[in-house]
């Protein structure tokens, strides 16, 4: 008797609630909750809690309405409901959106997607994936928004929902408006030429001239970026200066490390390691996916394409720089060891960077075109130390290119092969084959 007046109770909130009585509705849903919960039912505990969220949330009691959620979500965690737990990671991100807390909004949301992706639950995932742009809009990051729109769009069409696809198009129509309104203006443009020349700059001071300037130069750099940052008033203007600070960490790092007694090609882990947990830290605080960044196979043929360039390219580079061996002695264990250090501490750690992260950041305020322009540049600033011009021309034409692949397949698997595969050829190949 108590579950079926529970449920009756259930169901007369939850009609209050959508009649825009939602303090009314909150007397019932209360009652319904103490009796499931009475009775143990999890699951329309979990229910209850969920509806009792939608309804503070209609009375502007957002904390409430939160915990509500919150709580929903750790019974429907205990029972495994996906589902369940995607609208109660939903609710909680309506409610820090409602609060202009959208970095916690964009993360709650994306949870949310992740579990109704994983439940297969399409339409709910297409929905969420729609709020998650609307975030990602008000924060004025209109590419990555862009992008989120795409993706509900697909989700609909193996969903068969015409009418949301319609309604995405004008969206996106209305986005690209928006971010030709919004590209960046001259003093961004040029402040970001200029943090370019210091890079620059800072690498022929410590390639040509006095190590230590140069490290106060990158020290300069990293402590500008920090600063600039932190005050600027654009979203994706900042996240792109966030990226670029671990620009001048690589070159702190690889200046202040003791590096005697060290073989050369266990340097390129050692520096491969801070470059990683950049990344993954600035995957976590800007809430970049593993699909955003590229962690995707992709066409496996496309990519198989574009990671047998690095054979070629990685004998063309030995033709210009000539480099002295990483290993010892030419045989299998060597090749493989040396190979697989390569692949991760230059192939992955690069790549992820570079491509997954910098230039996505640099293409959602410059576009497609400058974006991988300057993303280009960036990383060939970084190859000055090689102290060869030819050098330099030829590792700008490979970022174009690798810059290029991402940009049409939007994944850095081949990519990433290609950068270890031509990096193995260079240094633990070519030095042995010619003499």
């Keep these: 008797m ?63 309405s939160y915990d509500s959620y919150y709580n929903a979500l750790e019974l429907y965690k ?34 949310a997607i992740n579990k109704f992706n994983k439940a297969k639950d399409y339409e709910n995932e297409s929905n969420i994936t729609s709020h998650l742009a609307s975030v990602m809009e008000s924060q004025g990051a209109y590419q990555e928004a862009l992008y989120e729109y795409e993706r509900s769009i697909e989700i609909n069409i193996l969903n068969k929902n015409p009418a949301k696809e319609l309604h995405h198009y004008g969206r996106i129509k209305n986005l690209k408006a928006k971010i030709k309104e919004n590209s960046t203006n001259r003093i961004q443009l040029l402040i970001l030429i200029g943090y370019l020349g210091l890079l620059i700059f800072g ?125 010892h002695t030419f045989d299998a264990t060597n090749l493989i060891i040396g190979g697989i250090i390569l692949l991760m501490s230059t192939g992955l750690a690069e790549e992820l960077l570079f491509r997954g992260i910098i230039q996505k950041n640099t293409e959602d305020i410059l576009g497609f075109g400058v974006g991988l322009l300057y993303t280009s540049l960036l990383f060939t600033s970084l190859h000055i130390g090689w102290d060869s011009i030819i050098d330099l021309i030829f590792v700008f034409i490979v970022a174009l290119f690798y810059g290029y692949a991402f940009q049409k397949t939007r994944s850095i698997f081949g990519i990433t092969l290609s950068h270890g595969i031509s990096n193995s050829v260079l240094f633990l190949v070519m030095p042995f084959l010619v003499i």
């Design 203 to 327: 690498e022929l001071v410590t390639t040509y001239s006095f190590k230590e300037f140069g490290l106060v130069i990158h020290f300069g750099i990293l402590i500008a970026l920090i600063v600039h940052s932190s005050m600027s008033k654009s979203y994706p203007y900042a996240t792109l200066l966030r990226s670029m600070i671990v620009l001048p960490i690589i070159r702190i790092i690889g200046l202040t490390m003791p590096l005697m007694n060290i073989p050369t090609l266990y340097l390129f882990p050692i520096i491969a390691i801070p470059l990683f947990s950049s990344s993954i830290v600035l995957m976590r605080v800007q809430h970049i996916t593993r699909i955003r960044v590229g962690l995707i196979w992709g066409n496996l043929r496309t990519q198989f394409a574009i990671a047998m360039t690095g054979f070629f390219l990685g004998a063309i580079e030995f033709v210009i720089l000539r480099p002295l061996p990483l290993i």
């Design 2 to 64: 108590d579950q079926r007046e529970a449920r009756n109770e259930l169901r007369k909130g939850i009609n209050l609630s959508r009649s825009n009585k939602p303090s009314e509705g909150i007397y019932y849903l209360q009652k319904a909750l103490e009796k499931f919960s009475d009775y143990g039912d999890v699951k329309r505990t979990a229910q209850t809690l969920l509806e009792i969220g939608k309804s503070y949330f209609q009375m502007n009691e957002n904390q409430l």
């Design 78 to 111: 205990e029972s495994d409901d996906l589902i369940g737990q995607g609208h109660s990671y939903a609710g909680m991100a309506l409610v820090e959106e409602k609060k202009k807390r959208y970095d916690e909004s964009r993360k709650l949301y994306q949870n």
